[in-house]
């Protein structure tokens, strides 16, 4: 019984045992040989003990065929004839049902929660155009009209990218080998199931949205729905609508990637037609999706409305699905010559895409455009960096060199992302064929297939090379009245096309990323005499990466990364069950070294330099990660930092003589050459790789670098190169229990400077603490005094005669500004006095810290430090201070309160002129902040968000003073301000949207006096429209953070314009442009998920329409960003590339 039911709960204590299902455990094991028939890996080991004589009677394209391919070419074939023997076939190839493949079933909730948004296949609804009623949905069973065998098939080729060929390999040998009179048509089988798969994945890779009660979608699910069976493949909820709400979107794209991938290789087979089919061969299909991509370019060219900008972004999904499947499905001479697309058809299809979506022709910007993309790697030129001595006349020569290019126009083409890459890289391989020597593009394991020939004899059959023999295929997305495709017919016909049918592409995040060449490109032959004094002093390995790796090489090698790193990924289903493992993934990613021809020959010769190329790809994704503590999650697995290092970090333990090697180098080189051009939030998200790399592999790096990172550190200029080392070292410390002291005791070299300019510089002296404060301390912490007496002393007079005077008799002839640091002198004290632990810790473990150093650094070398540890600074091991003073801030908030009003009232009293209560009051809640901000050590980032947002809920200071703190209001230079401000303003932006939001639910069941209740109506108010009630939620949201992001851009762009800078840019002022870009984006994702998300109705138009009628939109923002005056050159374009990404995302 295939058909287990649903799964009860685990008892580990039982010892009963239960019988397992023959027929399952066969089913099973089948799963398993199926996903590991073309595995590289696997085959590569069988073909090291092959040799050559695989077949003596073998074709002349077989033994031009690599050995790997040989072997999975003998394993399809040994699957193939176990799976259309006489016993099996009726096991294995049966299909259809006995009654009818067509039922009417009863619907029901829990499989419509189970709906398979993940990826594998069991039902597809069938839409004859009318609605149904939930009751009665007419369904077509997909996987039982195409049979278990095809299901898995299909499933594995959408699944496992780099098996693809061998997938198109066993559809050919089973539809040949199949018995004809009771299992014919297999191919067709597997097609048709295909392209059910793709119309579904095409809609959901769109984000296509049918209004309620037209058609199949009436529900609002997929139109797949999935078995029992299946329910352990299926990631979790989690995962599917992970990351910015958009988990399905990326999964969907993948599988249409890897669909159309397989069709192509089926069209090279000769089972799929090429171009004779009309607008149903392969050709077809794509010159359908190519028009459909058009038809949606043009629809949204110009435009700021959101509908028409989802249009756009749908395009670039739709030209990136037609670009990454040509180079697959050009013929070639191994692969029959005749059969697939011709090059002048290819070309064709390219010239589309370049003219009306992709190219530069087109209205396209990428959001990685160096300094004006929203999600930029690289500055639109260098940081201003401060130099060492003796570097100077060598940049001012690399600066000439740069201005002559410029002039002579010796700059390449921008290709900023992996979407311009792919078009490059097409356009390339149309062109010249032998442009890259990326195997999996010709590849052909269907070629060892063979078979009877017919011949009259009774004696030993002759062999010969399988051929499919039946009418080519064609290929129909829509499927007549079964409608399995939504999406592409509404763009085909998008101008008379109705309202039912709506594209809400969101984002094209997971689809496009950035690009980033570590390395150098590989050499033209115009500069031999310098390529060999350079050779001299490379690795051979990087050597010869860069110079027989092409750019069309390195693309696909990135390329097949990405998709391996995508579908291999782990995960967690909803029933419980894990699968995959950072280790298979690393192992995974290493298989692809088989998949290149030789640099001079057919051979396997070339994985040599490989390495680089994947570390290349690896740190390029870990560059643009979502940056920890932005309050967003990743948008994809790709974009997820811990999952990127651990793989890099299994790999390191797959291929030690290797891969560390070229981690070295490539941190190196982009330590020369990349730092002063990476934005903030690239070089930090480098530095926190680089120290959870270094703490798994215990601190493992050349000493030399170290010594030569140093002296960037201790400039008292920031500098790029000096800040990427603070924040590594700074990261490295907060992975420890033991902080800075684990850094300078096991990373850190002998005497190094570094522990000096990165952790002792910031230990602060105890001899500032008066016996006034050090009274109050142990009043809040040793004797656990009544808050209430606390309270009273802080405001009394007393207080105000033994320690008040003194503070307030510095300075007096300052400008009496409600800011300065003396009107707050009550709040400050008990803001110390309250924060104390937090400023004990940091003294002891600066102090650790600093012992460790100069043991390290003594002539005796002895790292044993247990004895070290200062026994009397009374530390309890189990003390969890952020957990402490959670409790000490809403127990002693009365007292923090009380200090701020007797602090205002002083000041009121005092000054001349009418004071505005509000900002008085803002001003006595940045004091805290400010305090706070002095006390918490600089690496540990997490300690100050986790006590700001532990402020902001017991509302001891308000989301628009954290912004203001954040923003430094009462300076007026940049170079105050940190350069992770937008984190902490994010912060308080999602503060400020979850507040407002918990008021208008509060409101909602408020019965008056406060007093809320849940009433039983019977449904009595089911007709309410809960329409008006989302738009009241968005509302109430919107007027909650906007005030804060209209702040937060005003002053940044107050302060950017501060600095001034003719030709480099100044370090701070890319802070704080990157700081408004990450920002915005932070904000319209938190609106969209608190606010948008709970809602089925309402959209990102609806968002959008919110913000017009505040003067919050795209346009009025990037206006006010304009509107800012500035003398420096640099400054200028830093404001129009602000403005520009403002309005892009808004």
Known sequence: NNNRGPRQPANRFTTETKSVDPQYAMMKQLTAMVAKMGDLGGAAEVAATMGDDVNNNSEAAVVMMRPVVKAIGMNVSDLVEV?????????????????????????????NEEANEGGDIAAMNLNDGEAKEENDVKVINATKQAGTLSTLLVSCAYGLPLQTPSYAALTLGVDVKAPKETHAGFAGRCVDLAMRCLGRDLDMALECRVASGVGAHAKGDDGITIGENDKDNVRCLAERTGGCGNGNQIDAYYRAKFLLRYLAYLTKIGIVAAEDGGDQSFLGLLQMLAQAATNAAHASANSNDEKKRAL????????????????????????????GLSSDTISDLVDVIESNVVGQTSNYSSDYDPGSGPLSILLKGELDDAHLAGEMEEEEEDEEEEEEEEENGDQPAPCADTLQDLLRTVRKLVSSSSSTRF????????????????????????????????????????????????????????DNADDSVEIICRSLDGVVFGRLAIFDAPSDGGDDEEDEEDAEETNPNLESYTKSYSLGDRFFLADAIRDVLMCHRPMVSDAGADRNNAKEVAEQVWSISHLFLGADSGDDSSSKGIEFGIIETLISLIVQCTPQGSGMPSSSPLNEHVYLSRVLLELTKLKPSLIPQAIVLAVSGMFEDFMPSLTTTARDNLGHWLSFHLTNTDYQWPKSYWEHWAPYAAIDQRNSRGDFVAVALWSMATLSPEGPETVARECLPAGTSLVQSVFLNHKRSNVDVSSTETDLINRIWDTS????????????????????????????????????????????????????????????????????????????????MEDEHPAEDGRDETEDILADLSDAIARFKPVLLAAVARDADAYDSEATGKVDDDKLLMAGEVSILSEIGSLVSAWDSTAIFSLIECLMKNQIVSSLAVATWALCDNADESTNVSPQWWKVVSLAVNKAITDALSKVESSSTDLGGGIGMIIDDGGANDGVDSTEADVNRLDEALKAAVPILKYSLERACHLLSTTNSPKKIPIAAADLAEGMKRLSRAALFQLSSLALSPSPTLTLSNLQRGL????????????????????????????QHVAFSVEKLF
């Open 439 to 494: 195997a999996l593009l010709g590849d052909s394991p269907w070629l060892a297939l063979t078979m009877d020939a017919q011949s009259s004899s009774m004696e030993e059959q002759e062999k010969v090379p399988m051929e499919y023999s039946g009418e080519q295929l064609v290929l129909d997305l829509v499927g007549g009245e079964e409608d399995r495709c939504k999406s592409v017919p509404y763009l085909l016909s998008i």
């Open 83 to 111: 799976l259309c023997g006489p016993q099996n076939a009726q096991l294995f190839l049966k299909f259809g049902d006995d009654e009818s493949a067509t039922t009417t079933t009863a619907n029901n909730d829990d499989n």
């Open 1108 to 1135: 017009m009628n505040i003067d919050a939109d795209g346009e009025k923002l990037a206006s006010a960003c304009q509107a800012v005056e500035c003398d420096g050159e640099q400054e200028k374009k830093l404001l």
């Open 785 to 864: 005094e009544d808050p209430d007496s606390i309270r009273q002393h802080i405001i009394s007079d007393e207080l105000l005669e033994s320690y008040g005077s003194t503070i307030r008799s510095i300075d007096d002839n300052v400008d009496n500004s409600m800011s300065q640091p003396k009107v707050w002198w009550r709040t400050r004290l008990a803001t110390r006095a309250l924060f104390h632990p937090v400023s004990r810790e940091n003294t002891r473990m600066i102090s650790l810290a600093e012992k460790a150093w100069k043991k390290k650094a003594s002539a005796d070398g002895d790292n044993d």
């Open 312 to 339: 756009g972004r749908a395009s670039r999904v739709l030209a990136s699905l037609i670009l990454s499947v040509l180079p697959y499905a050009m013929n070639n001479a191994n692969a029959g010559g005749e059969k």
